[in-house]
Each structure stands twice: as structure tokens, then as C-alpha cells.
């Protein structure tokens, strides 16, 4: 059974950081590009970034760009994504998702989701 079990959100003020896990048991870890997408209340979930393994690869939205840095760091099975300098309008339900590599970065479809994480950026 795959499972993307997402850590690490909480009450942070603007211009503050924090960092979210996403552990990924069940599939081969380098088969995979691992995600984050993100959810407002009352808006449409979104993509946030993407990360492979396989070379380091890493997409980022442009709202998240110079801000926000995906990384395995060298874990295995394990993404992080590193949030600095956040906004209130970066609150959201943080999920992780993984997708199978294909030719295309980043993958096309989302395969498996973890249930979220909520992270709320004060004023």
C-alpha cells in the first residue's frame, strides 16, 4: 500500500518559515516525482512545486519562486519543502503528491495523494 504521510504545518506570521515532510512508503522512491499542491478555502487545489529524485530536478509556481525550495536533502523516501518569507495568501491545506515520470517534468498526472497538512500564515 503506497502512503505520502505529510508533517510539519502550523501558525507561523508573515515573513516567518517552515519547513514540511512528506515520507513516501509503498513505491520505489526514484520511479516517482514527489509534489506539493496546495489548497485555499473556497479555491481550486494548485501546484505548488515538484521534485525528482533521479537528477535534483525541481519545479516551482510562480507565486512560490525565489521563496520556497524542494529537497530530499539526501533522505531517502523523504521531500521537503522549505517555505520562507510567507504571505497570508500562502494559507492553504499543504498536500503531497506523487506522479510516475514519464518523458515530461513535471509528470502529468498526480498517481497518489497524503491527506494534507494545514499551514496558516497570519498578518
Known amino acids: 500500500e503506497v502512503q505520502l504521510v505529510e508533517s510539519g504545518g502550523g501558525l507561523v506570521q508573515a515573513g516567518g518559515s517552515l519547513t514540511l515532510s512528506c515520507a513516501s512508503s509503498?513505491?520505489?522512491?526514484?520511479?516517482?516525482?514527489i509534489g506539493w499542491f496546495r489548497q485555499a478555502p473556497g479555491k481550486e487545489r494548485e501546484e505548488v512545486s515538484w521534485?525528482?529524485?533521479?537528477?535534483?530536478?525541481?519545479y516551482y509556481t510562480g507565486s512560490v519562486k525565489g521563496r520556497f525550495t524542494i529537497t530530499s536533502a539526501g533522505a531517502k523516501n523523504t521531500v521537503y519543502l522549505v517555505m520562507n518569507s510567507l504571505r497570508p495568501e500562502d494559507t492553504a491545506v499543504y498536500y503531497c503528491a506523487a506522479g510516475l515520470m514519464t518523458v515530461t517534468f513535471p509528470p502529468p498526472d498526480v498517481d497518489y495523494w497524503g491527506k494534507g497538512t494545514q499551514v496558516t500564515v497570519s498578518p
Open positions: 521534485f525528482s529524485s533521479v537528477d535534483g530536478a525541481a
Open positions: 509503498g513505491l520505489t522512491f526514484d520511479q516517482y516525482a
